[in-house]
C-alpha cells in the first residue's frame, strides 16, 4: 500500500495533563491510559518525531501541530528545542509552520514574543464571554480564568502573534449565539473561529462508548441554531472579513465537491495523534486502546500512518453510514459528521446517526441557497464576499415591494406565504 504523502498529527507533548479541569475536556481521563507516564514528552521522542514527520511528507509544506492536555506546560524552551530541531531536519524547499492550541493561561510576554518570531499560529479556547467561559472552563480550584485568556489574546495582538478562537458549543453558550459572535468580533477583534460541538458520551471510561449523552452536551437544533444565527449576521456583514471554520468547510463541498474538513469529508483518518512516549492513535477522539497504531520509536511513523489499519479507520466512517445519510441530500457535505457523534438510531431503527443531524440538516437546508451563490462566484474568480452586495440588493427590492404590498395578499417572494407571515413579519 502507498503510504500518505502527507497527513496531520497533534502532539501532545504532555499527555493528559493540564492546569485546567474543563467539565467536558475529553482528554483529562487519558491519564488513566499511562498511570506510570512522566507526561513529558522526552527530547528523544521529540526529535524522533519531528524527523520522522519532515522525512515523510513529500508536499512544499508540513504542519508541526502542538496540542494537549496543555502543551504550555513543558515550558518555553521545549518549543525553542523544537524549532531547532525542525532547522536541523528541514529539507530544501519545504516551508515548517507550528501550531500550538493552548488555553492561554500562561502565555505572558516572553511566550508571545517567542510565538511571533517563530510564526506559530495559536488556537486559543475560549467559550464566549465571561460567563459562557465560566460555565465549564475553570481551574482545578473551580475558579475563573477568563480574565488570564482575555490577557493572553491582548498580548497576542500586541506581539502580532497569529491566533483564531476555538470555541466550544455546548449546553449554555449555544442559547447565545449571537452574543458569543459579536463578543469575539466586536469585543475581541478576533477574525477566525472555530466552533466546536460538544457531544460527550455519559461514560467512566472517556472512550466512545455507550449511546448516553451528557446534559452539557449542546442540543441538535440548539446546534443548528446557533450556526444559522451566526451564519446569517456572517453572510451579511463579514464574508471575508471574519473566517468561520465550519461555514468555510461547507462551502468547499460546494465549489470543490468535498471539504476541507475531515468531519464533512467521505474518509477520515489522515489526522493522527501522538502521546507523550511516542504512542500514535488513529485519531484525536480515538486516544483509547483499540486505536493504538503503535510506537513511534518501534515503528516507522510512515508505516503506522499508512498501515492497513488506519486505512480502515478512515474508510468506516463512510462504510457504516446508515441508509439514512445515503439517501440524504446533504450528503456530499456532510458524511454522516464525525463517526464519534454516532450514537443514534434513524427513523426506521438502524444504527449510526449522528446526535447532530437534526441540527445540521436545519443548517444545510437554511444556508443551500446562500452557500450556492458564493460557490458560483468563486468558480467564476470573484470573492465569496460579493454575496453581500447581492444580498443587500435583494433586500432593498424586497423593501421596494413591500411597500407596494396588502399583508394579507401572497408574498412575491414565491414562497407561497401571505405577505405578512412571510418577509412581512417584522415590518
Ligand atoms: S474520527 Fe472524526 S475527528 Fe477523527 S479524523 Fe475521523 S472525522 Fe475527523
Ligand atoms: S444531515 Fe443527517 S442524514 Fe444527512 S448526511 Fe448528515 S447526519 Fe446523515
Redesign the pocket.
Known amino acids: 500500500m502507498n503510504p500518505p504523502e502527507a497527513f496531520h498529527i497533534m502532539v501532545k507533548p504532555t499527555g493528559s495533563r493540564c492546569n485546567l479541569e474543563c467539565d467536558y475536556c475529553f482528554y483529562l481521563k487519558k491519564e488513566n491510559l499511562y498511570h506510570n507516564g512522566t507526561f513529558k514528552m522526552s527530547d528523544e521522542v521529540m526529535e524522533s518525531y519531528i524527523k520522522q514527520t519532515i522525512e515523510a511528507h513529500h508536499v512544499p509544506r508540513v504542519t508541526i501541530a502542538w496540542q494537549g492536555g496543555e502543551p504550555t506546560l513543558m515550558g518555553l524552551d521545549f518549543f525553542k528545542r523544537a524549532v531547532e530541531l525542525e532547522k536541523k531536519y528541514q529539507k530544501p524547499g519545504i516551508e515548517i509552520e507550528n501550531t500550538i492550541q493552548t488555553n492561554g493561561t500562561l502565555l505572558n510576554e516572553k511566550w508571545c514574543q517567542f510565538l511571533h518570531d517563530n510564526k506559530f499560529l495559536v488556537g486559543i479556547s475560549l467559550d464566549g464571554p465571561r460567563e459562557m467561559h465560566d460555565a465549564y472552563r475553570r481551574d482545578k480550584k473551580g475558579q475563573s480564568v477568563f480574565d488570564k485568556v482575555v490577557k493572553a489574546i491582548r498580548l497576542m495582538q500586541k506581539y502580532k502573534v497569529e491566533f483564531n478562537i476555538l470555541c466550544t458549543v455546548n449546553a449554555v453558550n449555544s442559547k447565545y449565539p449571537l452574543r458569543t459572535y459579536k463578543f469575539f468580533r466586536d469585543k475581541l477583534g478576533a477574525d477566525y473561529l472555530q466552533f466546536i460541538p460538544i457531544v460527550e458520551r455519559d461514560n467512566e471510561s472517556g472512550f466512545q462508548e455507550g449511546f448516553r449523552i451528557t446534559d452539557r452536551s449542546v442540543q441538535p437544533h440548539q446546534f443548528g441554531e446557533f450556526l444559522i444565527n451566526i451564519f446569517d449576521e456572517w453572510v451579511r456583514r463579514d464574508v471575508g472579513k471574519m473566517f468561520v471554520l465550519f461555514f468555510d468547510g461547507i462551502l468547499a463541498s460546494y465549489v470543490r465537491g468535498y471539504s476541507t474538513?475531515?468531519?464533512l469529508?467521505p474518509i477520515?483518518?489522515?489526522?493522527v495523534a501522538l502521546e507523550h512516549n511516542g504512542d500514535l492513535y488513529?485519531?484525536?477522539?480515538?486516544v483509547e486502546p483499540n486505536y493504538l497504531l503503535g510506537n513511534i520509536q518501534r515503528t516507522p511513523l510512515i508505516d503506522l500512518v499508512g498501515s492497513q489499519k488506519q486505512r480502515t479507520?478512515?474508510l468506516n466512517?463512510s462504510k457504516i453510514l446508515p441508509n439514512f445519510c445515503i439517501e440524504c441530500k446533504f450528503l456530499f457535505t456532510c458524511y454522516g459528521?464525525?463517526?464519534?457523534n454516532r450514537v443514534l438510531k434513524t427513523p426506521d431503527g438502524e444504527s449510526g446517526l449522528n446526535w447532530l443531524c437534526s441540527g445540521l440538516k436545519d443548517f444545510f437546508i437554511h444556508t443551500e441557497e446562500e452557500m450556492k451563490i458564493m460557490a458560483d462566484l468563486l468558480r467564476k474568480g470573484q470573492p465569496a464576499s460579493e454575496i453581500m452586495k447581492i444580498l443587500a440588493e435583494k433586500e432593498r427590492q424586497i423593501q421596494r415591494s413591500s411597500n407596494k404590498i396588502g399583508r394579507n395578499e401572497p408574498c412575491f417572494c414565491g414562497s407561497g406565504l401571505k405577505y405578512k407571515k412571510c418577509h412581512g413579519k417584522n415590518s
Open positions: 474538513l475531515c468531519i469529508r477520515c483518518g489522515d489526522g488513529s485519531c484525536d477522539h480515538y479507520f478512515g466512517k459528521e464525525c463517526p464519534k
